[in-house]
Every structure is written in C-alpha cells, then in structure tokens.
C-alpha cells in the first residue's frame, strides 16, 4: 500500500484525478487547512501545483509560510515535495522551503537540456524535449540541477533530512511514470 498523497490547493481541481489515475491516493487540502496551528495530516508526499504563488489563482503562499517549520519538519523526517511555478514574478516564491531557491517568471517554450541519468529525469518520460513549455526558472538555489533552458534551472533536485522536493517550472503535468514512482511507499509522515 502507497502512502497518502497531499495536493495542497483552493478547491478541487482536475490535477487531483490525474495523479488518482496514476494509482495514487490523492487528498486535497485547502490553504486555511493548512495554516491552522491544529492541522496535523499524514502523508508521504505534498504537491503544490503550478500558481500557487499568484493571488488571481490561489491563497496558498500565505499558508506555506505560516506552515513553513511543519513542511521543514516533513522533510527532514522523509516527506517528499513536488513544487511547480509560482505563476508570477517572485523572488520570494519559495522562501516557505527550507532551503535557498529564487525564481524568475518567463515563459519559455523549446528545448531543455536534461540529466537523463537522474531519476527525477522521469518526469519528462512522455514529452519531447524540445518542444516543452516552462512559465520560468530558477537563478539561485541550493539543489541539483536535473534540467535546464538556456536561460537556466527549470527542475532542481534537493534532498533534505530523510526526505527530498522536486522543484519545477515545467508548465505540464508531470509524466505518469514519475509521479506513480515518486508517490511510492509506505511511510507516511506528519505535516
């Protein structure tokens, strides 16, 4: 049996049913869930999806922030965290993470270059390189560069404590592959 999948969103959105059609349990929490002090959910992996920083899309940042040291906690204990673009021009987009990572808004569309030799290389299993749209990428951050643009990181690798984010600007849903993979296992940790 898999552990529980997190998506951290407003409301209900057809991400959730594509990551359940990958086999994987999926449960939704909404940003005020998330910033009660007495929230206290079990999972094995958190996804933040693509505008979670923009407030015409989502109220999420202002959550991550107040759950910043329980998200840090998540992975150091073995939690994993798939993070998409914040969907807007902000350096700070990722400072609820317990690590250094700033980005910069642009969309790109055309060829990345990517380390096929690192696992989280799957999560580009069912597309064509060079024809894969990013809306940034990011300029500084302390991770492991797994695919980039000409203008830099646009997936960044970093393991923290037990656990280890996937941070991505890739403005697709990841491929079925990787996310049956990384959503893999049994342990569930408390958020």
Same mark, same amino acid.
């Given at each position: 049996m898999s552990a529980v999948t997190c998506l951290l969103w407003d409301e209900k959105t057809m991400f959730s049913r594509f990551v359940e059609e990958c086999g994987v349990t999926c449960e939704q929490v909404t940003p005020q869930l998330l910033a009660t002090p007495f929230f206290r959910g079990r999972y094995g992996v958190l996804i933040i999806p693509t505008g979670f920083a923009n407030p015409s899309y989502s109220r999420l940042l202002p959550a991550l922030r107040a759950s910043s040291s329980r998200i840090r906690k998540f992975l150091e204990n073995g939690g994993r965290i798939l993070v998409f673009g914040p969907g807007i021009d902000? %350096?700070?987009? $990722?400072?609820?993470?317990?690590?250094?990572?700033? $980005?910069?808004?642009? %969309?790109?569309?055309?060829?990345?270059? !990517?380390?096929?030799?690192?696992? !989280?290389a799957l999560l580009f299993s069912e597309f064509n390189l060079s024809e894969i749209e990013c809306d940034g990428f990011f300029p500084e951050h302390e991770g492991e560069v797994v695919a980039r643009t000409r203008d830099g990181a646009v997936l960044v690798y970093k393991a923290t404590g037990k656990g280890e984010a996937v941070i991505t600007t890739i403005h697709e849903y990841p491929s079925r592959a990787f996310l049956t993979e990384f959503c893999s296992g049994t342990s569930e940790i408390l958020l």
């Open positions: 902000r %350096k700070d987009a $990722y400072d609820w993470l317990p690590f250094r990572v700033t $980005y910069t808004h642009r %969309k790109q569309e055309g060829g990345i270059e !990517c380390s096929r030799s690192h696992r !989280c």
